[in-house]
Protein backbone atom coordinates (compact mmCIF):
# COMPACT_ATOMS: atom_id res chain seq x y z
CA UNK A 1 0.00 0.00 0.00
CA UNK A 2 3.24 2.55 0.51
CA UNK A 3 4.48 1.92 -2.89
CA UNK A 4 0.79 2.61 -4.19
CA UNK A 5 0.50 5.61 -1.96
CA UNK A 6 3.96 7.04 -3.31
CA UNK A 7 3.24 6.46 -6.68
CA UNK A 8 -0.17 8.13 -6.60
CA UNK A 9 1.83 11.17 -5.10
CA UNK A 10 4.26 11.08 -7.65
CA UNK A 11 1.89 11.13 -10.64
CA UNK A 12 0.25 14.25 -8.92
CA UNK A 13 3.89 15.99 -8.77
CA UNK A 14 4.52 14.70 -12.36
CA UNK A 15 1.18 15.83 -13.38
CA UNK A 16 1.49 18.34 -16.45
CA UNK A 17 -0.98 18.95 -19.19
CA UNK A 18 0.96 18.86 -22.59
CA UNK A 19 0.20 17.33 -25.56
CA UNK A 20 2.83 14.95 -26.91
CA UNK A 21 4.03 14.83 -30.90
CA UNK A 22 3.10 12.36 -33.04
CA UNK A 23 6.18 11.90 -34.09
CA UNK A 24 7.68 9.99 -37.54
CA UNK A 25 9.47 7.38 -35.20
CA UNK A 26 5.93 7.21 -33.55
CA UNK A 27 4.59 6.03 -36.84
CA UNK A 28 7.37 3.95 -37.75
CA UNK A 29 7.23 2.06 -34.80
CA UNK A 30 3.58 1.50 -34.66
CA UNK A 31 3.63 0.49 -38.67
CA UNK A 32 6.77 -1.95 -38.22
CA UNK A 33 4.89 -3.54 -35.26
CA UNK A 34 1.69 -3.73 -36.83
CA UNK A 35 2.59 -5.49 -39.84
CA UNK A 36 2.53 -9.27 -38.05
CA UNK A 37 -0.84 -8.39 -37.36
CA UNK A 38 -1.40 -8.79 -41.51
CA UNK A 39 -0.17 -12.15 -40.12
CA UNK A 40 -2.33 -12.56 -37.83
CA UNK A 41 -5.73 -11.78 -40.20
CA UNK A 42 -4.24 -13.85 -43.25
CA UNK A 43 -4.80 -16.78 -40.30
CA UNK A 44 -7.75 -16.26 -39.48
CA UNK A 45 -9.36 -15.94 -42.98
CA UNK A 46 -6.86 -18.48 -44.45
CA UNK A 47 -10.03 -21.48 -44.03
CA UNK A 48 -12.77 -19.09 -45.31
CA UNK A 49 -12.66 -19.81 -49.05
CA UNK A 50 -9.94 -22.20 -49.51
CA UNK A 51 -12.49 -25.17 -47.45
CA UNK A 52 -13.47 -26.99 -50.57
CA UNK A 53 -9.94 -26.47 -52.92
CA UNK A 54 -7.97 -27.73 -50.24
CA UNK A 55 -10.31 -30.98 -49.21
CA UNK A 56 -10.36 -31.69 -52.31
CA UNK A 57 -7.07 -31.41 -53.49
CA UNK A 58 -5.66 -33.27 -50.37
CA UNK A 59 -8.69 -36.00 -50.20
CA UNK A 60 -9.69 -34.16 -46.20
CA UNK A 61 -12.58 -35.38 -44.73
CA UNK A 62 -14.22 -32.62 -42.94
CA UNK A 63 -13.00 -33.73 -39.40
CA UNK A 64 -9.86 -33.46 -40.59
CA UNK A 65 -9.87 -29.84 -42.42
CA UNK A 66 -11.85 -28.82 -38.59
CA UNK A 67 -8.64 -30.23 -37.34
CA UNK A 68 -6.49 -27.96 -39.65
CA UNK A 69 -8.58 -25.22 -39.06
CA UNK A 70 -8.38 -25.28 -35.49
CA UNK A 71 -4.62 -26.32 -35.14
CA UNK A 72 -3.86 -22.24 -35.51
CA UNK A 73 -5.86 -21.20 -32.31
CA UNK A 74 -4.34 -24.60 -30.35
CA UNK A 75 -0.91 -23.18 -31.22
CA UNK A 76 -1.59 -19.89 -30.66
CA UNK A 77 -2.48 -20.91 -26.76
CA UNK A 78 1.08 -22.57 -26.77
CA UNK A 79 1.98 -19.38 -27.98
CA UNK A 80 0.04 -17.20 -25.39
CA UNK A 81 1.95 -19.34 -22.96
CA UNK A 82 4.95 -17.92 -23.59
CA UNK A 83 4.11 -14.47 -25.30
CA UNK A 84 4.38 -12.29 -21.81
CA UNK A 85 7.39 -14.17 -20.19
CA UNK A 86 9.34 -13.95 -23.21
CA UNK A 87 8.29 -10.25 -23.52
CA UNK A 88 9.35 -9.27 -20.34
CA UNK A 89 12.51 -11.52 -20.43
CA UNK A 90 13.83 -10.58 -23.85
CA UNK A 91 11.84 -7.80 -24.90
CA UNK A 92 9.16 -6.99 -27.39
CA UNK A 93 11.52 -6.84 -30.59
CA UNK A 94 13.13 -10.09 -29.93
CA UNK A 95 9.97 -11.89 -29.04
CA UNK A 96 8.40 -10.78 -32.29
CA UNK A 97 11.83 -12.11 -34.01
CA UNK A 98 10.46 -15.33 -33.02
CA UNK A 99 7.34 -14.95 -33.89
CA UNK A 100 8.17 -14.07 -37.21
CA UNK A 101 10.27 -17.44 -37.50
CA UNK A 102 6.85 -19.58 -36.67
CA UNK A 103 4.83 -17.57 -38.74
CA UNK A 104 7.55 -17.79 -41.65
CA UNK A 105 8.28 -21.06 -41.51
CA UNK A 106 4.75 -22.50 -40.91
CA UNK A 107 3.04 -20.54 -43.81
CA UNK A 108 6.18 -22.29 -46.12
CA UNK A 109 5.22 -25.66 -45.00
CA UNK A 110 1.49 -25.02 -45.83
CA UNK A 111 2.24 -23.52 -49.33
CA UNK A 112 4.55 -27.03 -49.66
CA UNK A 113 2.25 -29.42 -48.46
CA UNK A 114 1.83 -32.73 -50.01
CA UNK A 115 -0.18 -34.15 -47.33
CA UNK A 116 -2.15 -33.64 -44.30
CA UNK A 117 1.01 -34.03 -41.46
CA UNK A 118 2.80 -30.92 -43.40
CA UNK A 119 -0.50 -28.99 -43.61
CA UNK A 120 -1.11 -29.23 -39.81
CA UNK A 121 2.41 -28.78 -38.74
CA UNK A 122 2.17 -25.74 -40.43
CA UNK A 123 -0.65 -24.03 -39.60
CA UNK A 124 0.16 -25.17 -35.81
CA UNK A 125 3.64 -23.19 -36.25
CA UNK A 126 1.65 -20.11 -37.96
CA UNK A 127 -0.52 -20.06 -34.70
CA UNK A 128 2.26 -20.41 -32.09
CA UNK A 129 3.70 -17.47 -34.04
CA UNK A 130 0.40 -15.37 -34.27
CA UNK A 131 -0.25 -16.44 -30.68
CA UNK A 132 3.24 -14.58 -29.62
CA UNK A 133 2.23 -11.85 -31.43
CA UNK A 134 -1.26 -11.40 -30.40
CA UNK A 135 0.38 -10.48 -26.51
CA UNK A 136 3.24 -8.29 -27.55
CA UNK A 137 1.68 -6.16 -30.01
CA UNK A 138 -1.01 -4.30 -27.78
CA UNK A 139 0.89 -4.15 -25.32
CA UNK A 140 4.23 -2.40 -27.03
CA UNK A 141 2.29 -0.24 -28.81
CA UNK A 142 0.55 0.96 -25.67
CA UNK A 143 3.88 1.60 -23.83
CA UNK A 144 4.78 3.72 -26.70
CA UNK A 145 2.32 5.89 -27.00
CA UNK A 146 1.09 8.97 -25.38
CA UNK A 147 -2.72 8.85 -24.07
CA UNK A 148 -4.04 10.86 -26.48
CA UNK A 149 -3.53 8.88 -29.30
CA UNK A 150 -3.19 5.36 -27.42
CA UNK A 151 -6.46 4.18 -28.08
CA UNK A 152 -6.22 5.01 -32.16
CA UNK A 153 -2.72 3.38 -32.42
CA UNK A 154 -3.57 0.25 -30.84
CA UNK A 155 -6.68 -0.10 -32.96
CA UNK A 156 -4.22 0.10 -35.78
CA UNK A 157 -3.51 -3.66 -34.84
CA UNK A 158 -7.26 -4.68 -35.61
CA UNK A 159 -6.49 -2.53 -38.52
CA UNK A 160 -3.77 -4.58 -39.89
CA UNK A 161 -5.55 -8.33 -38.65
CA UNK A 162 -8.31 -7.08 -41.32
CA UNK A 163 -6.52 -6.13 -43.79
CA UNK A 164 -5.14 -9.52 -43.85
CA UNK A 165 -8.47 -11.26 -43.88
CA UNK A 166 -9.78 -8.91 -46.58
CA UNK A 167 -6.79 -9.76 -48.61
CA UNK A 168 -7.33 -13.91 -48.33
CA UNK A 169 -11.14 -12.82 -48.13
CA UNK A 170 -10.65 -10.96 -51.74
CA UNK A 171 -7.53 -13.03 -53.36
CA UNK A 172 -9.18 -16.50 -52.25
CA UNK A 173 -11.67 -16.29 -55.35
CA UNK A 174 -8.76 -15.78 -57.76
CA UNK A 175 -5.84 -17.32 -55.89
CA UNK A 176 -4.59 -20.96 -55.00
CA UNK A 177 -4.83 -21.99 -51.21
CA UNK A 178 -0.91 -22.47 -52.21
CA UNK A 179 -0.07 -19.04 -53.01
CA UNK A 180 -2.14 -17.52 -50.30
CA UNK A 181 -0.11 -18.99 -47.62
CA UNK A 182 2.99 -17.22 -49.69
CA UNK A 183 1.16 -13.80 -49.33
CA UNK A 184 0.41 -14.37 -45.72
CA UNK A 185 4.63 -13.95 -44.97
CA UNK A 186 5.50 -11.62 -46.69
CA UNK A 187 4.68 -9.38 -43.97
CA UNK A 188 6.74 -11.05 -41.22
CA UNK A 189 9.78 -10.80 -44.04
CA UNK A 190 9.05 -6.90 -43.76
CA UNK A 191 8.86 -7.12 -39.64
CA UNK A 192 12.08 -8.75 -39.41
CA UNK A 193 13.69 -6.29 -41.27
CA UNK A 194 12.25 -3.37 -39.79
CA UNK A 195 12.32 -4.35 -36.21
CA UNK A 196 16.39 -3.26 -36.53
CA UNK A 197 15.47 0.27 -36.96
CA UNK A 198 12.67 0.84 -34.00
CA UNK A 199 13.17 1.35 -30.73
CA UNK A 200 12.49 -0.95 -27.45
CA UNK A 201 9.59 -0.32 -25.41
CA UNK A 202 10.73 2.66 -23.04
CA UNK A 203 9.02 0.86 -19.40
CA UNK A 204 10.75 -2.65 -20.48
CA UNK A 205 14.33 -0.64 -20.48
CA UNK A 206 13.23 1.11 -17.09
CA UNK A 207 12.15 -2.41 -15.78
CA UNK A 208 15.28 -3.59 -17.33
CA UNK A 209 17.23 -0.64 -15.44
CA UNK A 210 18.50 1.58 -18.09
CA UNK A 211 16.99 4.21 -17.29
CA UNK A 212 19.14 6.54 -19.68
CA UNK A 213 18.09 4.37 -22.39
CA UNK A 214 14.58 4.68 -21.45
CA UNK A 215 14.54 8.20 -21.46
CA UNK A 216 16.72 8.64 -24.83
CA UNK A 217 13.60 6.69 -26.74
CA UNK A 218 11.27 8.18 -24.54
CA UNK A 219 12.67 11.74 -25.52
CA UNK A 220 12.89 10.30 -29.61
CA UNK A 221 8.84 8.95 -29.67
CA UNK A 222 7.85 12.13 -28.18
CA UNK A 223 9.42 14.94 -30.13
CA UNK A 224 13.26 17.02 -28.92
CA UNK A 225 10.65 19.99 -27.96
CA UNK A 226 8.82 17.99 -25.30
CA UNK A 227 8.79 17.16 -22.08
CA UNK A 228 9.40 13.81 -20.92
CA UNK A 229 10.19 14.11 -17.28
CA UNK A 230 6.55 13.73 -15.97
CA UNK A 231 6.07 11.10 -17.85
CA UNK A 232 9.42 9.16 -17.21
CA UNK A 233 8.56 10.32 -13.44
CA UNK A 234 5.43 8.19 -13.54
CA UNK A 235 6.87 5.43 -15.23
CA UNK A 236 10.40 5.05 -12.67
CA UNK A 237 7.45 5.17 -10.03
CA UNK A 238 5.34 2.68 -11.60
CA UNK A 239 8.24 0.35 -12.18
CA UNK A 240 9.47 0.33 -8.45
CA UNK A 241 6.07 -0.03 -7.00
CA UNK A 242 6.50 -3.21 -9.06
CA UNK A 243 9.63 -4.59 -7.76
CA UNK A 244 8.20 -3.78 -3.92
CA UNK A 245 5.89 -6.84 -5.37
CA UNK A 246 8.31 -8.81 -7.27
CA UNK A 247 7.71 -11.67 -5.68
CA UNK A 248 3.87 -12.10 -7.57
CA UNK A 249 3.34 -15.91 -8.39
CA UNK A 250 0.01 -17.25 -10.17
CA UNK A 251 -1.68 -17.53 -6.88
CA UNK A 252 -1.26 -14.14 -6.12
CA UNK A 253 -3.42 -13.02 -9.41
CA UNK A 254 -6.72 -14.21 -7.77
CA UNK A 255 -6.46 -11.88 -4.66
CA UNK A 256 -8.86 -9.16 -4.08
CA UNK A 257 -7.08 -6.26 -4.90
CA UNK A 258 -7.01 -8.21 -8.86
CA UNK A 259 -10.01 -9.18 -9.30
CA UNK A 260 -11.70 -6.67 -10.92
CA UNK A 261 -8.89 -6.97 -13.46
CA UNK A 262 -8.60 -10.21 -14.03
CA UNK A 263 -12.54 -10.80 -14.14
CA UNK A 264 -12.73 -8.05 -17.08
CA UNK A 265 -9.11 -9.58 -18.99
CA UNK A 266 -10.80 -12.64 -19.03
CA UNK A 267 -14.32 -12.16 -19.63
CA UNK A 268 -13.92 -9.65 -22.19
CA UNK A 269 -11.42 -12.58 -24.39
CA UNK A 270 -14.05 -15.13 -23.22
CA UNK A 271 -16.91 -13.09 -24.62
CA UNK A 272 -15.04 -12.05 -28.05
CA UNK A 273 -14.27 -16.00 -29.21
CA UNK A 274 -17.73 -17.11 -27.94
CA UNK A 275 -19.84 -14.61 -29.92
CA UNK A 276 -19.93 -16.47 -33.23
CA UNK A 277 -16.74 -14.85 -34.78
CA UNK A 278 -14.81 -17.79 -35.13
CA UNK A 279 -17.05 -19.44 -37.92
CA UNK A 280 -17.88 -16.45 -39.65
CA UNK A 281 -14.58 -15.25 -40.03
CA UNK A 282 -13.11 -18.99 -40.88
CA UNK A 283 -15.79 -20.68 -42.43
CA UNK A 284 -17.71 -17.98 -44.41
CA UNK A 285 -18.00 -19.21 -47.60
CA UNK A 286 -19.57 -22.04 -46.41
CA UNK A 287 -22.30 -20.14 -44.31
CA UNK A 288 -22.96 -18.43 -47.88
CA UNK A 289 -23.35 -21.58 -49.74
CA UNK A 290 -25.29 -23.27 -46.83
CA UNK A 291 -27.62 -20.66 -47.37
CA UNK A 292 -27.83 -20.37 -50.89
CA UNK A 293 -26.45 -17.24 -51.20
CA UNK A 294 -23.45 -17.05 -54.07
CA UNK A 295 -20.20 -17.39 -52.36
CA UNK A 296 -17.56 -15.75 -54.41
CA UNK A 297 -19.89 -12.55 -54.41
CA UNK A 298 -20.26 -12.71 -50.38
CA UNK A 299 -16.64 -13.29 -49.81
CA UNK A 300 -15.68 -10.20 -52.72
CA UNK A 301 -18.21 -7.92 -50.77
CA UNK A 302 -16.82 -8.61 -47.01
CA UNK A 303 -13.11 -8.21 -48.27
CA UNK A 304 -14.19 -4.82 -49.45
CA UNK A 305 -15.60 -3.54 -46.54
CA UNK A 306 -14.03 -4.86 -43.56
CA UNK A 307 -11.28 -2.70 -43.68
CA UNK A 308 -13.33 0.53 -43.94
CA UNK A 309 -14.98 -0.25 -40.94
CA UNK A 310 -11.74 -0.91 -39.25
CA UNK A 311 -11.09 2.52 -39.87
CA UNK A 312 -14.23 3.68 -38.26
CA UNK A 313 -13.36 2.23 -34.81
CA UNK A 314 -9.98 3.47 -35.06
CA UNK A 315 -11.26 7.13 -35.46
CA UNK A 316 -14.27 6.47 -32.70
CA UNK A 317 -11.97 4.77 -29.76
CA UNK A 318 -10.18 7.99 -28.50
CA UNK A 319 -13.67 10.22 -29.48
CA UNK A 320 -16.55 7.92 -27.97
CA UNK A 321 -14.36 6.19 -25.15
CA UNK A 322 -13.90 1.61 -24.80
CA UNK A 323 -17.01 1.56 -23.35
CA UNK A 324 -19.38 3.10 -25.59
CA UNK A 325 -17.86 1.67 -28.84
CA UNK A 326 -18.02 -1.74 -27.12
CA UNK A 327 -21.44 -1.89 -26.13
CA UNK A 328 -22.52 -0.70 -29.46
CA UNK A 329 -20.27 -3.37 -31.14
CA UNK A 330 -21.81 -5.99 -28.95
CA UNK A 331 -25.00 -5.00 -29.30
CA UNK A 332 -24.83 -4.54 -33.22
CA UNK A 333 -23.31 -8.18 -33.38
CA UNK A 334 -26.38 -9.43 -31.13
CA UNK A 335 -29.09 -8.26 -33.80
CA UNK A 336 -26.17 -9.46 -36.67
CA UNK A 337 -26.88 -12.99 -34.85
CA UNK A 338 -30.53 -12.63 -34.35
CA UNK A 339 -31.12 -11.92 -38.20
CA UNK A 340 -28.20 -15.49 -38.65
CA UNK A 341 -31.07 -17.10 -36.62
CA UNK A 342 -34.00 -16.17 -38.24
CA UNK A 343 -32.75 -16.95 -41.95
CA UNK A 344 -31.12 -20.42 -41.96
CA UNK A 345 -34.32 -20.94 -39.24
CA UNK A 346 -37.07 -20.24 -41.68
CA UNK A 347 -34.81 -22.25 -44.62
CA UNK A 348 -37.35 -25.05 -45.07
CA UNK A 349 -40.44 -23.12 -44.66
CA UNK A 350 -42.26 -23.03 -47.83
CA UNK A 351 -43.18 -19.44 -48.80
CA UNK A 352 -40.44 -17.76 -46.44
CA UNK A 353 -37.25 -19.92 -47.05
CA UNK A 354 -36.80 -17.45 -50.31
CA UNK A 355 -35.47 -14.65 -47.78
CA UNK A 356 -32.73 -17.06 -46.94
CA UNK A 357 -29.94 -15.69 -48.94
CA UNK A 358 -30.32 -12.26 -48.59
CA UNK A 359 -30.84 -12.38 -44.64
CA UNK A 360 -27.80 -14.23 -44.53
CA UNK A 361 -26.26 -11.97 -46.35
CA UNK A 362 -27.34 -9.55 -44.49
CA UNK A 363 -26.79 -11.16 -41.36
CA UNK A 364 -22.94 -11.87 -42.16
CA UNK A 365 -22.20 -8.47 -43.34
CA UNK A 366 -23.16 -7.17 -40.18
CA UNK A 367 -21.84 -8.78 -37.91
CA UNK A 368 -18.38 -8.49 -39.87
CA UNK A 369 -18.93 -4.46 -39.70
CA UNK A 370 -19.89 -4.53 -36.07
CA UNK A 371 -17.26 -6.92 -35.18
CA UNK A 372 -14.18 -4.63 -37.13
CA UNK A 373 -15.36 -1.78 -35.29
CA UNK A 374 -14.90 -3.12 -31.96
CA UNK A 375 -15.48 -6.61 -30.44
CA UNK A 376 -12.32 -7.35 -32.30
CA UNK A 377 -9.61 -5.01 -31.39
CA UNK A 378 -11.07 -3.38 -27.72
CA UNK A 379 -10.85 -6.14 -25.59
CA UNK A 380 -7.01 -6.59 -26.55
CA UNK A 381 -6.66 -2.87 -25.96
CA UNK A 382 -8.03 -3.02 -22.37
CA UNK A 383 -6.34 -5.85 -22.03
CA UNK A 384 -2.44 -3.73 -22.51
CA UNK A 385 -3.78 -1.13 -20.47
CA UNK A 386 -5.27 -2.67 -17.11
CA UNK A 387 -2.85 -4.65 -15.89
CA UNK A 388 -0.23 -3.20 -13.69
CA UNK A 389 3.48 -3.99 -14.31
CA UNK A 390 3.89 -6.25 -11.19
CA UNK A 391 1.28 -8.29 -12.35
CA UNK A 392 1.72 -7.84 -16.40
CA UNK A 393 3.11 -10.76 -17.08
CA UNK A 394 1.40 -13.60 -15.51
CA UNK A 395 -1.62 -12.03 -16.08
CA UNK A 396 -1.52 -10.71 -19.91
CA UNK A 397 -0.33 -14.84 -20.41
CA UNK A 398 -3.40 -16.32 -18.58
CA UNK A 399 -5.60 -13.75 -20.54
CA UNK A 400 -4.53 -14.59 -23.81
CA UNK A 401 -4.33 -18.03 -23.04
CA UNK A 402 -8.01 -17.75 -22.45
CA UNK A 403 -8.72 -16.34 -25.65
CA UNK A 404 -6.90 -18.50 -27.65
CA UNK A 405 -8.36 -21.91 -25.83
CA UNK A 406 -11.68 -20.64 -26.42
CA UNK A 407 -11.20 -19.99 -29.63
CA UNK A 408 -9.68 -23.56 -30.09
CA UNK A 409 -12.96 -24.94 -28.89
CA UNK A 410 -15.00 -22.30 -31.10
CA UNK A 411 -13.45 -22.73 -34.24
CA UNK A 412 -12.94 -26.94 -33.98
CA UNK A 413 -16.68 -27.01 -33.11
CA UNK A 414 -18.14 -24.76 -35.44
CA UNK A 415 -18.49 -26.92 -38.40
CA UNK A 416 -19.98 -29.48 -35.94
CA UNK A 417 -22.76 -26.99 -34.14
CA UNK A 418 -23.89 -26.08 -38.19
CA UNK A 419 -24.66 -29.75 -38.77
CA UNK A 420 -26.64 -29.86 -35.53
CA UNK A 421 -28.22 -26.32 -36.47
CA UNK A 422 -27.52 -23.66 -37.98
CA UNK A 423 -30.65 -21.39 -36.62
CA UNK A 424 -29.50 -22.87 -33.05
CA UNK A 425 -25.92 -22.22 -33.17
CA UNK A 426 -26.74 -18.02 -33.74
CA UNK A 427 -29.14 -18.17 -31.22
CA UNK A 428 -26.33 -19.13 -28.84
CA UNK A 429 -24.36 -16.47 -30.00
CA UNK A 430 -26.90 -13.86 -29.81
CA UNK A 431 -27.12 -14.50 -26.33
CA UNK A 432 -23.42 -14.35 -25.73
CA UNK A 433 -23.36 -10.64 -27.17
CA UNK A 434 -25.82 -9.66 -25.68
CA UNK A 435 -24.38 -11.08 -22.50
CA UNK A 436 -21.43 -8.76 -23.26
CA UNK A 437 -23.17 -5.40 -23.27
CA UNK A 438 -24.07 -6.40 -19.27
CA UNK A 439 -20.68 -7.61 -18.28
CA UNK A 440 -19.74 -4.18 -20.17
CA UNK A 441 -21.88 -1.76 -18.62
CA UNK A 442 -21.26 -3.46 -15.06
CA UNK A 443 -17.68 -4.15 -15.04
CA UNK A 444 -15.50 -2.28 -17.50
CA UNK A 445 -13.80 0.93 -16.98
CA UNK A 446 -13.72 3.85 -19.11
CA UNK A 447 -9.69 3.87 -19.66
CA UNK A 448 -9.80 6.91 -22.63
CA UNK A 449 -7.05 9.89 -22.12
CA UNK A 450 -5.54 8.01 -19.05
CA UNK A 451 -2.20 7.28 -18.94
CA UNK A 452 -0.96 3.39 -18.01
CA UNK A 453 -0.14 4.66 -14.61
CA UNK A 454 -3.24 6.64 -14.01
CA UNK A 455 -5.08 3.25 -15.07
CA UNK A 456 -3.77 1.65 -12.41
CA UNK A 457 -4.79 4.53 -9.47
CA UNK A 458 -8.59 4.66 -10.85
CA UNK A 459 -8.32 0.65 -9.68
CA UNK A 460 -6.32 0.93 -6.53
CA UNK A 461 -8.92 4.11 -5.67
CA UNK A 462 -12.01 1.95 -6.39
Not at 189 to 210: C, M, T
Not at 421 to 439: D, E, K, L, R
Request: hydrophobic residues 50%; glycine residues 10%; contains cysteine.
Amino acid sequence: MEGEKNMEKGLLLAKKEETANTTPLLIFSTFIIVSASFTFGAAIGYTADTMSSIMSDLDLSLAQFSLFGSLSTFGGMIGAIFSAKAAAAFGHKMTLWVADLFCITGWLAIALAKNIIWLDMGRFLVGIGVGLISYVVPVYIAEITPKHVRGAFTFSNQLLQNCGVAVVYYFGNFLSWRTLAIIGSIPCWIQVIGLFFIPESPRWLAKKGRDKECEEVLQKLRGRRYDIVPEACEIKISVEVSKQNSNINIRSLFKKRYAHQLTIGIGLMLLQQLCGTAGISSYGSTLFKLAGFPARIGMMVLSLIVVPKSLMGLILVDRWGRRPLLMTSAFGLCLSCITLAVAFGVKDVPGIGKITPIFCFIGILSFTMMFAIGMGALPWIIMSEIFPMDIKVLAGSLVTIANWFTGWIANYGFNFMLVWSPSGTFIISAIICGATIVFTWCLVPETRRLTLEEIQLSFVNV
